[in-house]
Protein backbone atom coordinates (compact mmCIF):
# COMPACT_ATOMS: atom_id res chain seq x y z
CA UNK A 1 0.00 0.00 0.00
CA UNK A 2 0.94 3.32 -0.66
CA UNK A 3 -0.05 6.61 0.37
CA UNK A 4 0.58 10.21 -2.01
CA UNK A 5 0.45 13.51 -0.69
CA UNK A 6 1.00 16.32 -2.79
CA UNK A 7 1.86 20.01 -2.10
CA UNK A 8 3.15 22.65 -4.23
CA UNK A 9 0.32 24.36 -6.29
CA UNK A 10 -1.15 27.21 -6.40
CA UNK A 11 -1.72 30.60 -8.96
CA UNK A 12 1.37 31.83 -10.80
CA UNK A 13 1.40 34.23 -13.80
CA UNK A 14 2.17 33.09 -17.50
CA UNK A 15 5.62 32.21 -18.20
CA UNK A 16 6.30 31.45 -13.47
CA UNK A 17 7.55 28.41 -12.09
CA UNK A 18 6.09 26.32 -9.65
CA UNK A 19 7.20 22.96 -8.31
CA UNK A 20 5.24 20.16 -7.20
CA UNK A 21 6.17 17.86 -4.08
CA UNK A 22 4.45 14.45 -3.80
CA UNK A 23 5.45 12.76 -0.43
CA UNK A 24 4.80 8.98 0.04
CA UNK A 25 4.11 6.89 2.35
CA UNK A 26 5.25 2.95 2.11
CA UNK A 27 8.77 0.98 2.09
CA UNK A 28 8.42 0.37 -1.24
CA UNK A 29 8.62 3.54 -2.45
CA UNK A 30 11.83 3.06 -4.53
CA UNK A 31 10.55 0.24 -6.41
CA UNK A 32 7.95 2.14 -8.01
CA UNK A 33 7.34 3.73 -11.12
CA UNK A 34 6.02 7.39 -10.14
CA UNK A 35 3.95 9.94 -12.48
CA UNK A 36 2.16 13.24 -12.48
CA UNK A 37 -0.98 13.59 -14.18
CA UNK A 38 -3.28 16.61 -14.69
CA UNK A 39 -7.06 17.05 -15.12
CA UNK A 40 -8.42 19.99 -16.47
CA UNK A 41 -12.47 20.83 -15.89
CA UNK A 42 -14.49 18.92 -18.70
CA UNK A 43 -11.11 17.21 -19.84
CA UNK A 44 -10.00 13.92 -19.00
CA UNK A 45 -6.91 13.36 -16.87
CA UNK A 46 -3.78 13.03 -18.89
CA UNK A 47 0.01 11.86 -18.22
CA UNK A 48 2.57 14.47 -18.14
CA UNK A 49 5.62 13.35 -16.72
CA UNK A 50 6.33 9.59 -15.40
CA UNK A 51 9.79 8.28 -14.29
CA UNK A 52 11.12 4.77 -13.40
CA UNK A 53 11.64 3.43 -9.67
CA UNK A 54 15.60 4.50 -9.89
CA UNK A 55 15.10 7.67 -12.53
CA UNK A 56 16.89 5.60 -15.19
CA UNK A 57 13.75 6.64 -17.44
CA UNK A 58 11.16 9.56 -18.05
CA UNK A 59 8.31 10.18 -20.25
CA UNK A 60 6.98 13.67 -20.57
CA UNK A 61 3.50 14.33 -22.61
CA UNK A 62 4.73 16.41 -25.39
CA UNK A 63 3.18 19.70 -24.24
CA UNK A 64 5.03 19.87 -21.91
CA UNK A 65 8.22 18.70 -23.01
CA UNK A 66 11.42 21.09 -22.50
CA UNK A 67 9.59 22.87 -20.28
CA UNK A 68 8.35 20.41 -16.94
CA UNK A 69 10.84 18.46 -15.30
CA UNK A 70 10.52 15.18 -13.28
CA UNK A 71 12.58 13.81 -10.53
CA UNK A 72 12.65 11.75 -7.37
CA UNK A 73 14.55 11.42 -4.08
CA UNK A 74 14.10 7.97 -2.83
CA UNK A 75 15.74 8.34 0.44
CA UNK A 76 12.88 10.77 0.82
CA UNK A 77 10.23 9.24 -0.73
CA UNK A 78 9.43 12.08 -2.55
CA UNK A 79 8.89 12.70 -6.68
CA UNK A 80 8.78 15.91 -7.74
CA UNK A 81 7.62 18.11 -10.79
CA UNK A 82 9.40 21.45 -12.01
CA UNK A 83 7.52 23.28 -14.21
CA UNK A 84 8.67 26.68 -15.86
CA UNK A 85 7.72 28.84 -18.28
CA UNK A 86 3.88 27.93 -17.31
CA UNK A 87 1.11 28.87 -19.85
CA UNK A 88 -2.87 29.46 -19.40
CA UNK A 89 -3.49 25.81 -20.25
CA UNK A 90 -1.57 24.38 -18.32
CA UNK A 91 -4.23 25.43 -15.73
CA UNK A 92 -5.27 21.98 -13.68
CA UNK A 93 -5.36 19.69 -11.14
CA UNK A 94 -2.46 17.80 -10.85
CA UNK A 95 -1.83 14.12 -9.50
CA UNK A 96 0.96 12.20 -8.51
CA UNK A 97 0.45 8.71 -8.78
CA UNK A 98 1.96 5.09 -8.13
CA UNK A 99 2.65 2.00 -9.68
CA UNK A 100 4.83 -1.31 -9.71
CA UNK A 101 5.20 -1.42 -13.35
CA UNK A 102 6.64 1.16 -16.21
CA UNK A 103 3.08 2.71 -17.65
CA UNK A 104 2.65 6.15 -19.85
CA UNK A 105 -1.25 5.45 -19.28
CA UNK A 106 -3.74 6.51 -16.74
CA UNK A 107 -3.81 2.95 -15.18
CA UNK A 108 -1.99 3.61 -11.94
CA UNK A 109 -2.31 2.02 -8.73
CA UNK A 110 -1.79 4.83 -6.13
CA UNK A 111 -2.97 8.13 -6.54
CA UNK A 112 -3.02 11.12 -4.47
CA UNK A 113 -5.59 14.12 -3.98
CA UNK A 114 -4.44 16.23 -6.49
CA UNK A 115 -3.56 19.88 -5.82
CA UNK A 116 -5.03 22.90 -8.00
CA UNK A 117 -2.49 24.74 -10.05
CA UNK A 118 -3.96 28.05 -11.58
CA UNK A 119 -1.99 29.92 -14.10
CA UNK A 120 -3.09 33.55 -15.31
CA UNK A 121 -2.67 35.12 -18.59
Known amino acids: QVQLVESGGGLVQAGGSLRLSCAAS????????MGWFRQAPGKERELVAAIRWNGGSTSYADSVKGRFTISRDNAKNTVYLQMNSLKPDDTAVYYC??????????????WGQGTQVTVSS
Open 97 to 110: AADPNWRVGVLYDY
Open 26 to 33: GRTFSSYT
